[in-house]
């Protein structure tokens, strides 16, 4: 029997290869259209990169083109100088007012008067002045005489202070952290020691307080030591006549009166003693007695009268 086949006709197998072309073609043209996308999306990410390489680069220079300004340095000044005067006196009540003018203060005042033979009138003057203030001072002082020597010592403290208020900001939060678990705490054990711990905080937090106080007020203000010494040596004054015969009188006044407080020491004992004085006088008195009597009695034969 035979067989037969059906062909298809022509028109459909031309729709069939319209068909084919048109998904072969999309499917060829969705990856080219990927590639240019990602070149285009890799090509704008390196304009980025080299933008902001370019932008870095110019703060970088900028940043470089202007230095940080840096704090001055906290110094605690400190200086010496020793002048050679006419009158240590006078020089003293010009240094008076030379801290006055300059709104400083006195800290100490040694003056040495001369006491023997070839000795100088000197006196050490320590004085405290606003730092500002410290090379117009040391000018004026200069003034008064001629200078010996002079020396001015610097001591850099910035570290210091850095670290003291470093420290001071750490246990200020501290602080008002442990100030938040007291007020959420329930327990009253939780409480106490909280509470103990915030204590010790805040005692640290005045420690350094002070120690930062301090290291500031020794930076705001300079201290000065200065040395007068009178220009020549004084020899001791030759006293009078009249204070000789003052000292006479009082050295034996005072010497009747140690004597006359000595005799009144020796009868005060006597008195004391007075009862034993007189058991052992009686004593001896009854001994003597008892002597007298215990020697037998010599007789002795009565004178003959012979008459002539």
Same mark, same amino acid.
């Given at each position: 029997m035979p067989i037969s086949i059906k062909l298809p006709n022509k028109s459909a197998l031309v729709m069939s290869a319209l068909l084919g072309s048109v998904i072969f073609t999309s499917c060829a043209s969705v990856p080219q259209q990927s590639k240019q996308q990602l070149s285009q999306s890799t090509g704008e990410r390196a304009l980025n990169q080299e933008a902001l390489a370019n932008s870095t680069g110019s703060v970088a220079q900028k940043s470089e083109a202007?230095?940080?300004?840096?704090?001055?340095?906290?110094?605690i000044k400190k200086a010496t100088i020793t002048v050679i005067v006419n009158s240590v006196d006078q020089s003293i009540d010009a240094v008076s007012? &030379?801290?006055n003018n300059k709104q400083g203060d006195l800290i100490g005042l040694n003056e040495r008067q001369p006491t023997r033979e070839n000795t100088r009138h000197t006196a050490s003057i320590t004085l405290r002045i606003?730092?500002?203030?410290? !090379?117009?001072?040391? !000018? +004026?002082?200069?003034?008064?005489g001629t200078v010996g020597n002079r020396n001015i010592t610097a001591e850099d403290v910035s570290n210091q202070l850095v670290d003291f208020q470093a420290r001071l900001t750490n246990l200020r939060r501290t602080e008002a952290n442990l100030q938040k678990i007291m007020d959420r705490s329930g327990s009253v054990r939780d409480?106490?020691?909280?509470?103990? +711990?915030?204590?010790?905080v805040r005692q640290s937090i005045e420690q350094i307080n002070a120690q930062l106080k301090n290291l500031q007020n020794q930076?705001?203000?300079?201290? &000065?030591?200065?040395?007068? +010494?009178?220009?020549?040596?004084?020899?001791?004054?030759?006293?009078?006549?009249?204070s000789q &015969?003052? +000292?006479?009188?009082?050295?034996?006044?005072?010497?009747?009166?140690e004597f006359t407080v000595g005799l009144l020491k020796l009868a005060i004992?006597?008195?004391?003693?007075?009862?034993?004085f007189l058991v052992l006088a009686a004593a001896i008195y009854g001994l003597n007695r008892w002597r007298r009597n215990s020697q037998p009695v010599r007789t002795t034969p009565p004178a003959e009268n012979y008459d002539g």
């Open positions: 202007a230095p940080v300004p840096q704090s001055r340095p906290q110094l007012k &030379i801290i606003p730092q500002n203030q410290l !090379d117009s001072t040391l !000018d +004026e002082l200069a003034k008064l409480v106490l020691s909280v509470a103990q +711990e915030l204590s010790n930076v705001a203000y300079s201290t &000065i030591t200065l040395n007068l +010494e009178a220009a020549v040596s004084s020899s001791s004054p030759q006293r009078g006549l009249g &015969i003052q +000292e006479t009188w009082n050295n034996s006044s005072h010497s009747v009166g004992w006597l008195m004391v003693y007075s009862p034993y």
